[in-house]
């Protein structure tokens, strides 16, 4: 099991829709949940990153971690065409040698806004 | 105000022939990595460097070597290209992962295929 899961969608909305974006990851020991945006044909940039349970807010994106249920989701309110990209958790695993850490993603969901 | 800057873009290969990608950051950035991206598999960590002169082995490293004789570029080889190997790699670097607001920044990726 790939310690990090997402459903790859694809998930289409209208604009102004409520988007729920969601992954589940199998280790209760990693600590930093972020959520990377990735527009097609580009890298993936980071949009927002949490540390504990609870929500985080920046502007229309909330992110929401869940650790007693190993839950991560990413709300979108009031959706735009903009917004449409693949949006991918990823979560830290330490390196090996103890050389710091690096990240797990999940395999991304593809979203679609229409206007 | 360049960032990470990968080359090639694109590039075909037939199998059996060997290439290097090149990727290059201003950030003075300690840390260096390679992805691939696959439909359905996600980012998958190839092989990554915690400093000039270092690399260490990610995910998925056989089938290619890297080098990291300068801090600011980040070389992967692939000696024998196989089918495989088909795929969209991605170049990210960043400070040492003490905290999700040190973030990963990625390049727009080489899209890699073989023949």
């Known amino acids: 099991q790939k310690e990090v899961e997402q459903d790859p969608g694809p998930l289409s909305v209208p604009e102004g829709a409520i988007v729920s974006l969601n992954c589940t990851y199998s280790n209760s020991a990693f600590q930093y949940f972020m959520w990377y945006r990735q527009y097609s044909r580009k890298g993936p940039e980071l949009l927002m990153y949490?540390?504990?349970?609870g929500n985080k807010e920046d502007g229309r994106f909330t992110a929401q971690v869940d650790k007693s249920s190993k839950y991560i989701s990413l709300f979108i309110r009031d959706s735009q065409p903009s917004d449409s990209a693949t949006y991918l958790c990823a979560i830290t695993e330490s390196l090996s040698n103890q050389a710091g850490t690096a990240l797990i993603f999940g395999k991304g969901t593809t979203l679609s806004v229409s206007s | 105000n360049a960032g990470v800057t990968q080359t090639p873009k694109f590039r075909v290969l037939k199998t059996g022939q060997s290439m290097t990608l090149l990727c290059a950051q201003d950030m003075n950035h300690e840390y260096m990595y390679w992805y691939r991206q696959d439909p359905g598999m996600g980012l998958r960590l190839i092989h990554y460097s915690v400093g000039e002169g270092t690399t260490a082995k990610g995910e998925v490293p056989d089938g290619y070597n890297v080098s990291r004789l300068k801090k600011q570029n980040f070389l992967l080889g692939l000696e024998s290209a196989a089918p495989s190997q088909t795929s969209v790699y991605f170049c990210?670097?960043?400070?040492?992962?003490?905290?999700?607001?040190?973030?990963?920044?990625f390049g727009d990726g080489t899209r890699l295929s073989i023949l």
């Open positions: 990210a670097s960043s400070y040492p992962q003490g905290a999700p607001n040190q973030p990963q920044h």
């Open positions: 949490t540390y504990s349970s």
